[in-house]
Structures are given as C-alpha cells and as structure tokens.
C-alpha cells in the first residue's frame, strides 16, 4: 500500500502530466460519447467527474432541465495555476432550468476551490441557484441567477476570497413566506475576502445583497460598480408583507439584534441602491467597519443610507464622495464623511442628472459582460457634484472626483486619469473658448512632461508639449485651436492630458466656433 506520501507524489506526478482537456456537454449530449464539440456529454455530473486542474469544460446552449443539484466537490478543485473552467461555449447561452426541482434542493452546491463559472443563467432552483459551499478562491463570472426559490447565489460555510464578476441576480423569491431569498448573499458563515464587480441584483424578495452573519463574524466582503433595486417586492411587483425586508444592500446584522456584536466589514465602491422597498444601504445592526466611497442613493422608501448603532471599539464608518436623492440619509454622528452631495455646499435636484429613469437598469450587457452604457444617475454637465470629490487614490476624470457612482465622463475614448500630488492641470481659461485658450499646470519637481490635445473620440490633434525637461514651477501654454497641421478644428468638446513618468491628468474644455 502507498504510503501518504508516495500517493500524493504519484497525484503530482499525474497533474503534471495531465494535459489541459476540453470537455463538452450538450443538452442533447450522451454521457456515453468521448465528451468532444462533435461527440458531447449529456449531464454535469459526468462532465465534472472527468475534469481535471486547467482543463475546460465548454457548454453548448440550449436549456438542461435538471431535478438534481449538481455538486463539485473538494476533491475536484483546481489549483491556483490551474482553475478548473465551465464555460457557456462560444456565445450560446446555456440555461441551467431546475425548475422542476423540489423546493429546498440547490441548483449548483459548489464545495471546491478554484474553479471559474463564465457564462451559465441557473434558473428555478428549490433553493439556492448556486451556493459556494466550503469553496474559495472561485470566480464566478457573466453568470445570471434567477427566479430561484431563495438566495440566487450564497456564499456559505467559510467560503472565502471567491470574485463574483458581472453577475445578476433577479426575480428570486421563497413561497410561502418570502422572507429569505436575496439576489446575492454573503451571510451566515460566510468566509472573508469575497469580492463582487459588475454585478445587479434586482426584485429579489427579501435583500439585494445581505451581509447578515450567524456563525461567522470579523468577515470583510467588497462591492465595486454593484447595482441593486426594487428588491422586497415579487417579480409580478406585489409586496409578500415585511418579512420581504427589501433593502439593497444590507451590511450585516445578526441574531437577537446583533446581541454577539458581529463583525461585517463591508467596502462598497461605486454602488447604486435605488426604488429598494426600504433601505438602500442599511447598517442593520452591522458593529464592523464600514466603508462607503462614490456612492449613490436613490428613491429608496424607508432611507437612501441608515447606518446609527455605534460601531465595536476600534471600528470605523466612512462616507465619502457619495450622493443621495429623495430619501433619507441618517449616518451617526460617529461617521467619517467627506464631501457627500448632503454636505454643504452641495445642493442636490432632479436637474444635476442626466436621468432618473430607472427603467433601462436591467438591460442587456455589454459584449464583454460589463454593466450597460445608461444616463440612469450620470451626473449633468453643469452639476455642483462633478469634480466635487475628494482623491480616494482611484482614478477620476477632471479636476476631482465626481460626487456618486458615475464619475462623469462625456466620451469614454480617453482613460480616465489621476493627479499625483507632485503635478497638477488646471481649468483652461476661457472655457468656452473661440479661436483659443490658455493652459495652466504646475510641477513640483524637475520631470518631462507632455502635453497634448485630443478630440471627443480620443484621437490626439495636436501635442503642446512634447516631452520636454522642464523644472519645478508654473507654466502656461495656449492653443490656438489648430491642429497638428495648422487646421483649424471644428466645434465641440475637446480634452487636454498633461503626462509625465508620475502619472497622467485629463481635463475637458470646450471649443465653440462662431
Ligand atoms: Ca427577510
Ligand atoms: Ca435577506
Ligand atoms: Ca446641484
Ligand atoms: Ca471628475
């Protein structure tokens, strides 16, 4: 018999060999087939039993109607050079239908590490669509979870540092009571480190997101560029009663009113709660850190923010560069905030944004999986929120960072750029301007610099500055609105980019030619 040892030399000794297979699956696969594009599999089980560390099991569309939770189990996890990858094949769309599922079954219980979901829509789960279960380090990616009888995606069990990027989560709901099914749910026994992008979730019957722990606690779980609504109402836009709780993104909480003081850290960036039936970013009784940065509240009935119980000693609320419009914001006094649009000197109506029209949120994405191009909450362009910001170290368009989830952005050609404290570009002046304008940046130490002109769609028209050693100080340039060749340019939005080995900084003026 092989000693421990030996076996897990003789495994090694195998991974390494194994080379990287492409497994298919069709609805009308067999499992009797070699698993090829011509000749799929038929089920998941036999997909996923044949799978191996770096292989990729490719699913063809069409729709799998399933009674069975799939489960992957430790034993067939990938390693961290080596994910496992089921991926929806090409650009079909496969739909996971558990419908027929009893109701308490999951569709997908996940209990491995390292694996990456691209691509599946799981669909009428008995419970959970999916629910990482004692997984971490998985991503789970461009995946839809809906119309599941709870939770559309869980994360249980110490599950940690799994990345849930470009999800959505909707329509999800447990008859009879409708009290537990949330889009996304980082709750319970959630591990640490788990990291959502891009993702919505909308109409789910009790919470967007819910954070709320028993058996976990000091568990930190970030949100970047998430957006949720009209969560705490059914797909048909009855309201199931208050157990439905109806908050967007609900941070944390625990039994008997949080009586064990559990700890939930929650980092939310760029975020949107808006039209949720009660909260849209709610502490419920959360005693970790929390921490707020370029958010946006919206329309939310009970409060766009309530965040109130005093904190664990030692923790932290920061709120910052975040906007709220019609709805309640009630921060405790113990809140950390800087430059939010319900400080002086912000004034906030329906005219400093582009739109308030909340009906395109769940259209469809983009070709890549990111969230679509909407006005939806985009700043206006002569808003007091633009450029009103404080630099929180990510990158910002202008002067400043905007106000809000949606750093304004008239074309998306140019990256966005940040000021290191070592340079800085100033406002051009005039602005509007017509036949040119006057250029001022300063630098406080020796460095080359380039200054450049670029149209709306980013291509460069003319270099002010090439490269040039220049010493600490003030400098002014103007441009005559000429470009490279001496033509002169015609109206419109222009943007000038002041670049050194230190960084880059953008700023947008306009030409208006009579
Ligand atoms: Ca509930
Ligand atoms: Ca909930
Ligand atoms: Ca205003
Ligand atoms: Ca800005």
Same mark, same amino acid.
């Given at each position: 018999?092989?000693?421990?040892?030996?076996?897990?030399?003789? *495994?090694?000794?195998?991974?390494?060999?194994?080379? /990287?297979?492409?497994?298919?699956?069709?609805?009308?696969?067999?499992?009797?087939?070699?698993?090829?594009?011509? /000749?799929?599999?038929?089920?998941?089980?036999?997909?996923? /039993?044949?799978?191996?560390?770096?292989?990729?099991?490719?699913?063809?569309?069409?729709?799998?109607?399933?009674?069975?939770?799939?489960?992957?189990?430790?034993?067939?996890?990938?390693?961290?050079? /080596?994910?496992?990858?089921?991926?929806?094949?090409?650009?079909?769309?496969?739909?996971?239908?558990?419908?027929?599922?009893?109701?308490?079954?999951?569709?997908? !219980?996940?209990?491995?590490?390292?694996?990456?979901?691209?691509?599946?829509?799981?669909?009428?789960?008995?419970?959970?669509?999916?629910?990482?279960?004692?997984?971490?380090?998985?991503?789970?990616?461009? @995946?839809?979870?809906?119309?599941?009888?709870?939770?559309?995606?869980?994360?249980?069990?110490?599950?940690?540092?799994?990345?849930?990027?470009? @999800?959505?989560?909707?329509?999800?709901?447990?008859?009879?009571?409708?009290?537990?099914?949330?889009?996304?749910?980082?709750?319970?026994?959630?591990?640490?480190?788990?990291?959502?992008?891009?993702?919505?979730?909308?109409?789910? @019957?009790?919470?967007?997101?819910?954070?709320?722990?028993?058996?976990?606690?000091?568990?930190?779980?970030?949100?970047?560029?998430?957006?949720?609504?009209?969560?705490?109402?059914?797909?048909?836009?009855?309201?199931?009663?208050?157990?439905?709780?109806?908050?967007?993104?609900?941070?944390?909480?625990?039994?008997? !009113?949080?009586?064990?003081?559990?700890?939930?850290?929650?980092?939310?960036?760029?975020?949107?709660?808006?039209?949720?039936?009660?909260?849209?970013?709610?502490?419920?009784?959360?005693?970790?850190?929390?921490?707020?940065?370029?958010?946006?509240?919206?329309?939310?009935?009970?409060?766009?923010?309530?965040?109130?119980?005093?904190?664990?000693?030692?923790?932290?609320?920061?709120?910052?560069?975040?906007?709220?419009?019609?709805?309640?914001?009630?921060?405790?006094?113990?809140?950390?905030?800087?430059?939010?649009?319900?400080?002086?000197?912000?004034?906030?109506?329906?005219?400093?944004?582009?739109?308030?029209?909340?009906?395109?949120?769940?259209?469809?994405?983009?070709?890549?999986?990111?969230?679509?191009?909407?006005?939806?909450?985009?700043?206006?362009?002569?808003?007091?929120?633009?450029?009103?910001?404080?630099?929180?170290?990510?990158?910002?368009?202008?002067?400043?960072?905007? *106000?809000?989830?949606?750093?304004?952005?008239?074309?998306?050609?140019?990256?966005?750029?940040?000021?290191?404290?070592?340079?800085?570009?100033?406002?051009?002046?005039?602005?509007?301007?017509?036949?040119?304008?006057?250029?001022?940046?300063?630098?406080?130490?020796?460095?080359?610099?380039?200054?450049?002109?670029?149209?709306?769609?980013?291509?460069?028209?003319?270099?002010?500055?090439?490269?040039?050693?220049? !010493?600490?100080?003030?400098?002014?340039?103007?441009?005559?609105?000429?470009?490279?060749?001496?033509?002169?340019?015609?109206?419109?939005?222009?943007?000038?980019?002041?670049?050194?080995?230190?960084?880059?900084?953008?700023?947008?003026?306009?030409?208006?030619?009579?």
């Amino acid at each position: 018999m092989l000693k421990p040892v030996a076996l897990c030399t003789l *495994l090694l000794f195998f991974a390494t060999l194994h080379l /990287q297979a492409q497994i298919y699956i069709a609805p009308d696969g067999d499992d009797g087939n070699p698993g090829t594009l011509q /000749q799929p599999y038929g089920t998941f089980p036999k997909a996923i /039993q044949e799978s191996m560390p770096g292989d990729t099991i490719y699913v063809r569309g069409g729709v799998y109607d399933l009674v069975n939770t799939i489960t992957i189990s430790a034993v067939k996890s990938g390693t961290e050079d /080596q994910l496992v990858t089921i991926t929806a094949y090409n650009e079909e769309v496969p739909l996971l239908d558990f419908s027929g599922q009893s109701f308490g079954s999951k569709g997908i !219980s996940l209990r491995a590490n390292y694996w990456h979901f691209i691509g599946l829509q799981i669909k009428g789960a008995g419970d959970n669509g999916m629910e990482i279960n004692f997984g971490s380090n998985n991503i789970i990616e461009r @995946c839809q979870f809906y119309e599941n009888r709870d939770t559309g995606l869980q994360l249980s069990n110490g599950s940690a540092d799994n990345r849930i990027l470009n @999800c959505d989560s909707y329509y999800n709901a447990d008859p009879p009571d409708y009290g537990d099914a949330d889009g996304f749910a980082p709750k319970l026994t959630v591990g640490s480190g788990n990291y959502f992008y891009g993702c919505r979730a909308w109409v789910n @019957c009790d919470d967007g997101w819910d954070g709320y722990l028993r058996g976990a606690d000091d568990v930190t779980t970030t949100l970047e560029n998430c957006w949720t609504w009209g969560n705490g109402y059914l797909k048909d836009g009855t309201d199931p009663g208050p157990q439905a709780n109806g908050n967007g993104f609900k941070m944390g909480g625990g039994d008997n !009113s949080n009586s064990d003081l559990l700890m939930h850290h929650m980092v939310l960036i760029n975020s949107v709660a808006f039209s949720n039936k009660n909260k849209g970013f709610d502490q419920n009784n959360n005693v970790g850190s929390m921490t707020l940065y370029n958010c946006t509240g919206y329309d939310n009935l009970t409060a766009n923010y309530r965040i109130q119980r005093t904190l664990n000693p030692g923790q932290t609320l920061t709120v910052k560069n975040s906007a709220s419009y019609q709805g309640l914001v009630q921060l405790g006094s113990f809140a950390v905030q800087e430059t939010n649009s319900w400080l002086a000197p912000f004034s906030v109506t329906a005219d400093d944004f582009l739109s308030l029209d909340t009906s395109f949120a769940d259209a469809p994405r983009q070709p890549d999986g990111s969230l679509p191009e909407i006005e939806l909450l985009h700043l206006a362009e002569d808003s007091d929120l633009i450029d009103g910001g404080v630099d929180l170290g990510y990158p910002y368009f202008g002067m400043a960072p905007d *106000l809000g989830a949606f750093e304004s952005n008239y074309v998306t050609a140019i990256e966005p750029g940040n000021i290191p404290g070592d340079f800085q570009l100033f406002q051009n002046y005039p602005n509007p301007f017509n036949p040119s304008t006057r250029i001022a940046y300063s630098l406080a130490k020796a460095e080359r610099v380039t200054l450049a002109v670029f149209n709306a769609l980013g291509r460069e028209v003319v270099k002010l500055v090439d490269n040039a050693p220049q !010493s600490a100080g003030r400098y002014t340039v103007d441009w005559n609105g000429r470009d490279a060749t001496g033509l002169p340019v015609s109206s419109g939005v222009y943007f000038y980019r002041l670049t050194s080995a230190r960084g880059m900084s953008n700023a947008r003026m306009m030409l208006l030619v009579k």
